[in-house]
């Protein structure tokens, strides 16, 4: 009676407790907790199942504010009670079991299966088959030992003397995640992009915490596991807060090779739940649209293009995730969806190049006017790009061209960029309505 005593007492501290949850890209947490254990003198055992189900039990920390506690040993026990399990634990013991009819049968337990058990009699020693789609009732006699209602921790504690031991408590867990949907209204004619972010945050560790103290890692930190993705997609579409509603705000921070985001306040977060909060304040940013035709291709690619820096008014390191592109019809006010990206991390004062599709009104053609070989390892060709700028306004195009081998490049009639040793750039600006062609011959030696 006193163990359980000591037992209920610590459950009721830890639900007094805050805790501390730490969520990191890849699908897990760490969780630190306050607990204050109240105990006898000696060595005793407490049961703990406050905790998530996919706590990884050969990462808990306990450490003790004061001294005079050692804990001896911990055993994880998950082995949870259900129907089959205490049947088969039963095997060897004597039940009672009740049919739909009515009919009582009591003996020892010789076996049971998905479909039935067998039982033999007490008082003729026959087996007797009984399909379990035809059971109403089994009496046993008690619980069999070493079950547990719920994923439980027990610790062999030796206290010095009775009384109460603060401890910090911590660990990892499996099953908690967060992302990052950024939601962007693009306003070409101004070169502005309204830029907010949502942070969307799903609990599937079996365990929920309340009034916790929220932090995000950033980054790709390694953690040597099983290569398991746990839980379902379960993704939230993000929204735009109103102009001057406030609301809690991530503080970010370098830490280690890392960025750490801490919510600004407390946060509960239940289990099975999604939750979105918001990662920074809307924010206006400077950018430009950019129009790519790869000579390998048939369409030109649309993109937005910016700077993550202070003066471009961001300047804040970007976590990776997707980005969805709104756009402002004026002649009804209303926010249509023009395209979607992912991005990677963003350290400040990088270059970022959202795709929204393809152009509509801009045509890029290739062609090979002329090729021909002057020896075995040498290969020359007249390249010809043909432009066609089909809307109303001046549009300019990089043109990507991808080369191979010991080449040259001569007679072009737009100047190029050597962007690497396999890839050239054009850039030309086309008036509206405009068509032009991009000339050149290139040599290739093997």
């Known amino acids: 009676m006193k163990n359980l005593m000591l037992i209920f007492i610590m459950l009721i501290v830890l639900s007094l407790f805050a805790n501390q949850v730490t969520v990191y890209n890849d699908n897990f947490a760490l969780v630190r907790t306050d607990l204050e254990l109240d105990l006898k003198k000696g060595i005793q055992d407490i049961f703990l199942d406050d905790i998530p189900s996919m706590i990884e039990a050969n990462s808990v920390i306990i450490k003790s504010k004061k001294k005079g506690l050692d804990l001896f040993s911990q055993n994880y026990e998950y082995d949870l009670a259900n129907t089959n399990k205490i049947l088969q634990k039963y095997i060897g013991k004597k039940i009672e079991i009740f049919t739909n009819t009515d009919d009582k049968f009591s003996g020892i337990l010789q076996f049971q299966d998905h479909e039935s058990l067998g039982i033999i009699e007490e008082s003729s020693e026959n087996l007797i088959l009984i399909k379990k789609s035809e059971l109403r009732n089994i ?26 031991y603060p401890i910090d408590f911590s660990y990892i867990c499996s099953g908690m995640r967060w992302e990052v949907t950024y939601n962007a ?47 379902r997609d379960k993704k939230m579409e993000p929204f735009m807060f109103a102009e001057g509603v406030s609301a809690p705000e991530f503080e970010e921070k370098a830490f280690h090779d890392f960025h750490l985001y801490t919510l600004s306040e407390k946060v509960s977060i239940n289990n099975m739940q999604t939750k979105q909060l918001r990662l920074f304040p809307t924010t206006d940013v400077k950018a430009k649209s950019r129009y790519e035709y790869i000579t390998t291709s048939d369409k030109v690619i649309s993109m937005i ?8 008014g961001l300047g804040i390191p970007l976590p990776k995730g997707v980005v969805k592109i709104y756009k402002l019809d004026v002649e009804d ?42 020896g075995k390892k040498i290969h020359e060709k007249d390249m010809a790009v043909t432009l066609k700028n089909r809307s109303e306004d001046d549009k300019v195009i990089t043109v990507i061209h991808n080369l191979y081998g010991y080449w040259t490049i001569r007679n072009e009639n737009v100047d190029f960029v050597k962007k690497s040793a396999t890839k050239v750039e054009f850039v030309k600006e086309l008036k509206a309505g405009e068509t032009f062609t991009i000339n050149w011959t290139e040599r290739i030696e093997y």
């Open 139 to 164: 009496d046993l006699e008690k619980l069999p030992e070493n079950f547990f209602l719920k994923p439980t921790l027990h610790w062999r504690i030796q206290a010095e003397k009775a009384g109460k």
């Open 185 to 231: 209204v693009w306003d070409d004619v101004n070169e502005k992009l309204q830029l907010s972010s949502w942070v969307t945050l799903t609990n599937e560790t079996g365990k929920g915490f309340h009034d916790t103290k929220l932090k995000l890692i950033a980054g790709d930190v390694r953690k040597m596991r099983d290569d398991i993705y746990f839980g």
């Open 333 to 374: 006010e209303n926010l249509e969806f023009i395209g979607e990206d992912w991005v990677g991390h963003i350290p400040r004062e990088e270059k970022v190049i959202l795709t929204t599709g393809f152009a509509f009104d801009l045509i890029g053609e290739t062609e090979i006017l002329d090729q021909r070989k002057e």
């Open 305 to 312: 293009e910016f700077t993550n820096s202070d003066k471009a």
